[in-house]
């Protein structure tokens, strides 16, 4: 078994004893439980009463009472709720302490010196070290205190808790035994202790401190996996609570290799900040996650560990309100059937997945010019292929046209008709010339024209010209002028649809310029209320409005999306910025997008409409009223008590918080290395002002220009002062395991150290080549492994049936689940191959894979997955470091495998 580097020592033997003395050490903590619980009755009862008698109060009626009464039933909500929560292990922790230095205590009832006396410890005239234990803590998921203010159970994220996790047999502090309590319910089911100070002949009571059991950390490494995460509360490790407890200011940054416990770490951080400071991080922490996978997987922990609904857990293609990606474990979209092709669209599993080439382009900072340029581009509309008559009352695409009603001070006549964006050179916009004022030029005079908007799924066309026959005149805008009045109104880098209100003031401005009115008035007074008057006639007309909004539409992120799927237009926003075939790749991908922007979404167009969102700028609304239907049916409100409206109230107040909500106080990011820069800028969108704790691991990254990523990174996370921590040690991959994953690091990433792996299970990994007839295999091949051979040829059935048969070997071998990781493309058919196999098997592609375990996992073709992609090696390390106790490679005809069965990749 590989040494490590944790606390959890070997304890001393002589310490220990048979089953008479774990039997009367459970007896002893299921004492302390049951007096804990008994104290937690009475705090239920207590809530019950404030509950009870606020509700009394609010009989009273006066507006005070009532809002007291609120307060009070909400305090004792909060708190019934924690206390009656099923805890399976409510108390997992003890230590026994030597007296403390300056023998003072903390508002929790504990000595707060970390270091002893100086006279803790005494030395026997024989010389053996000596000491009375001065103080003993139990560690829970929350703090209880007696009815005389001693702690019963110190909450594990208090100052008083950090020993339990801190302390190693080089530096023990205080402790002298670390207890984890195995406890169900009300049950304790088992002790294991750890000594830290073996030299030392410690008396609790007058009796030697006894010591049980082999160590907690092991007992909880072996146990089988489900699909769902568990907190490590009652094991985490020194250098883990490092970090967990590392001060919440600027950037804490995580870097440790599979298995070290970054995930694990970042959770356990989230509930530490919001039991140091729930004011300012309740509702306030954002936890991104890469995949909706891994979302499910750890969204238990943080319940587990007494925090619920006050951390938000979003995978990257949910960051969007509104949007949520079809990729795996996501939505599904309704299947098309894959084209093979890159950017393809649906695959046939209902799941939009990017092709590496693809998610390169859209994850490119590059992205950020192109989007800005598509959002201006995509306020001019072409025309639809087969253009109709246009002018007069037609336009081009044949839409009828409307007429409107005459404005009070001016009569005005628009007209507009649509033309491409792009008219060919030399192309005279052609249009039926207006009908004659219809008064006198005493006063203005007009008739209104307009065409109506409409005209294929994507909108009214762009209108080229505006005529307004205004104080007896004929004022015309043309295209060139238009285009003229957008490109200013465009200047600078404000958000597109935000700039509507200036392009609207500079149309008015050209149209009275145009009119020759102002030179008139030789009176400025006069002059400006006539302007006035004009513009308000002008805008007080419908079909100028239709006008502007055909001209400078109200645009939406998948709107401009959609635009960008026509290859000739993305071609002109990409100049000089994405190649050709960029541009191929990217304007096919996006054709999953109906003309209306309507359609599924993989994981980097989110990021995308995230982009876009922020170059757009979302127009001001008027507040709109939230009706209840009941209302409208009835006209009448429902009959409220004021505490049920301001409980409504608050509801919705939360809700309304949580939708809007774009900015977080504390931002965790898992499996940074992953973040695409687009992403980044995602992500750094939603904590300007937080702070943030960011892990990762550089060699499991699958985007292909880390140092494009490490530019965005520093972006999102600005000059923030940043702290620095590595995990060393793997507590998910036997050593065996680890071993092999070593190679491919070796390859992937020359020169990094892989973590030490904390155990050894003493099985190795196997080797199966497909195609070969299964019971020929001989054990004991090269490393142990078993292999018969080269392939046969094998196919995609060979592969099928063996894979089938390696899963079900490792299912009937360990209790929990398997993994069956193929390459992405092989998806589909991988869940075919495992059909009937029951719920403990999993077939996942190899990006999906990131962050998760199993029991077992057979990873399926080692060179399909690395030839994916640029990255593909470190996708593979991640597929091969999946496993807490058993693995199986299972090669196919690329692997090149040897006479023992070992692909090429895995070769020394
Ligand atoms: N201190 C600990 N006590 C018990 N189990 C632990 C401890 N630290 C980590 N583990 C377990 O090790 C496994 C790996 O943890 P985790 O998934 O957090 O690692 P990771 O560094 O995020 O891995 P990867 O980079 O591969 O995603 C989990 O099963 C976790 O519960």
Redesign the pocket.
């Known amino acids: 078994m590989a040494a490590h580097n944790?606390t959890h020592t070997a304890p001393a033997v002589e310490a220990r004893d048979g089953d008479g003395i774990r039997d009367r050490e459970i007896r002893m903590e299921q004492e302390h439980l049951d007096r804990v619980y008994q104290r937690l009755e009475e705090k239920i009862h207590e809530a019950e009463f404030l509950m009870d008698d606020a509700a009394k109060r609010g009989q009273v009626g006066t507006p005070g009472a009532l809002a007291e009464r609120d307060a009070q039933v909400f305090r004792a909500g909060v708190h019934l709720n924690r206390l009656n929560s099923e805890f399976e292990d409510f108390l997992f922790g003890r230590i026994d302490l030597l007296l403390g230095k300056d023998g003072e205590r903390g508002p929790d009832g504990a000595y707060t010196s970390v270091e002893p006396a100086d006279d803790a410890v005494r030395s026997d005239e024989g010389g053996a070290p000596s000491a009375e234990i001065a103080e003993t803590l139990h560690i829970g998921r929350l703090g209880v205190l007696d009815a005389d203010y001693s702690p019963l159970v110190i909450d594990w994220r208090a100052p008083a808790a950090a020993p339990f996790y801190r302390s190693t047999p080089v530096a023990p502090g205080r402790v002298v035994r670390r207890r984890v309590i195995r406890s169900k319910g009300r049950r304790v089911l088992g002790v294991e202790d750890d000594l830290l100070r073996p030299e030392l002949t410690a008396t609790l009571d007058g009796t030697t401190l006894p010591v049980v059991g082999d160590g907690a950390?092991m007992a909880?490494?072996g146990r089988a996996?489900s699909h769902t995460?568990?907190?490590?509360v009652?094991?985490?490790?020194a250098e883990?609570d490092m970090v967990i407890r590392a001060p919440a200011a600027s950037v804490t940054e995580v870097e440790?290799?599979?298995?070290?416990?970054?995930?694990?770490?970042?959770l356990h951080r989230a509930a530490y900040l919001l039991y140091q400071d729930r004011r300012r991080y309740a509702g306030g922490i954002l936890v991104v996650s890469p995949t909706p996978l891994l979302v499910a997987y750890t969204e238990g922990v943080l319940p587990s560990l007494g925090e619920e609904g006050q951390v938000a857990i979003r995978a990257l293609g949910s960051l969007v309100e509104g949007e949520e990606a079809a990729d795996w474990g996501g939505p599904k979209a309704p299947a098309e059937g894959a084209d093979g092709e890159p950017g393809g669209p649906v695959g046939g599993d209902g799941r939009v997945y990017d092709e590496p080439a693809v998610a390169r382009i859209k994850g490119s900072a590059r992205m950020t010019k192109v989007l800005r340029r598509a959002a201006r581009g995509a306020l001019e509309r072409p025309a639809p292929a087969a253009p109709g008559r246009r002018g007069g009352a037609r336009r081009r695409d044949g839409a009828p046209q409307v007429r409107g009603a005459a404005g009070d001070a001016a009569q005005l006549s628009f007209e507009v008709a649509g033309a491409p964006a792009d008219p060919a050179p030399g192309r005279t916009p052609a249009a039926e010339p207006l009908p004659a004022p219809g008064r006198p030029a005493a006063g203005p005079a007009a008739e209104t024209a307009v065409s109506g908007p409409g005209g294929g799924g994507a909108g009214p066309v762009t209108p080229d010209r505006l005529r307004v026959v205004a104080f007896g005149r004929r004022v015309e805008l043309d295209e060139q002028e238009l285009r003229r009045i957008r490109q200013t109104a465009l200047g600078g880098t404000a958000p597109v649809n935000l700039l509507r209100p200036r392009a609207r003031r500079l149309l008015l401005d050209a149209l009275w310029g145009r009119s020759g009115a102002g030179q008139r008035y030789t009176d400025p007074e006069l002059a400006a209320e006539a302007r006035q008057a004009f513009d308000e006639d002008i805008t007080s007309e419908p079909e100028f409005l239709e006008f502007l909004d055909a001209w400078w539409p109200e645009l939406t992120p998948r709107a401009v999306l959609a635009a960008m799927a026509d290859e000739k237009r993305l071609g002109r926003w990409a100049r000089r910025i994405l190649t050709p075939r960029e541009v191929r790749l990217l304007a096919r991908s996006l054709k999953r997008l109906g003309p209306d922007g309507r359609g599924p979404l993989s994981v980097h167009d989110v990021a995308l409409l995230d982009e876009l969102n922020s170059v757009l700028g979302a127009p001001a609304r008027p507040r709109r009223r939230e009706v209840d239907p009941l209302d409208q049916l009835t006209g009448l409100e429902e009959l409220t008590t004021y505490a049920d409206r301001m409980s409504g109230g608050r509801a919705r107040d939360e809700r309304l918080r949580e939708e809007a909500r774009t900015d977080y106080a504390h931002v965790i990011v898992?499996?940074a290395q992953d973040l695409t820069p687009m992403q980044w800028r995602m992500v750094g969108r939603r904590g300007r002002h937080a702070t943030w704790t960011v892990?990762?691991?550089p060699a499991?990254s699958s985007w292909s220009d880390p140092d494009e990523a490490a530019e965005a990174r520093d972006e999102a996370l600005g000059n923030r002062p940043r702290r620095r921590f590595t995990?060393t040690?793997?507590?998910?991959n036997p050593a065996e395991i680890a071993e092999l994953a070593a190679k491919v690091l070796a390859l992937a990433m020359p020169g990094m150290p892989a973590p030490e792996a904390v155990r050894s299970t003493g099985v190795v990994p196997r080797f199966v080549v497909a195609g070969t007839p299964d019971g020929d295999r001989v054990p004991g091949g090269g490393r142990g492994a078993v292999g018969n051979g080269a392939p046969d040829g094998a196919g995609a059935a060979d592969l099928g049936a063996c894979v089938r048969r390696e899963a079900s070997r490792l299912l009937a071998e360990v209790d929990g689940t398997v993994g069956v990781v193929v390459a992405m493309g092989r998806r589909a058919e991988a869940r075919a191959w495992l059909a009937g196999l029951g719920g403990r098997v999993v077939a996942l592609g190899s990006l999906e894979a990131?962050?998760?375990?199993y029991d077992a996992t057979v990873v399926v073709s080692p060179a399909e997955i690395a030839d994916e992609s640029p990255a593909g090696l470190r996708v593979l390390y991640?597929a091969l470091?999946?496993a807490?106790q058993r693995l199986s490679v299972v090669s196919g005809e690329r692997d090149m495998p040897d006479e023992a069965g070992v692909p090429d990749l895995l070769r020394d």
Not at 256 to 266: D, E, I, L, M, R
Not at 729 to 732: A, D, F, I, L, P
């Open positions: 944790a950390l909880a490494l996996r995460m568990r907190d490590i009652a094991s985490i490790q883990q440790g290799g599979p298995g070290t416990g970054k995930t694990a770490v970042a898992d499996e892990v990762g691991d499991q995990l040690v793997n507590y998910r990131k962050g998760l375990e991640v470091t999946r807490t």
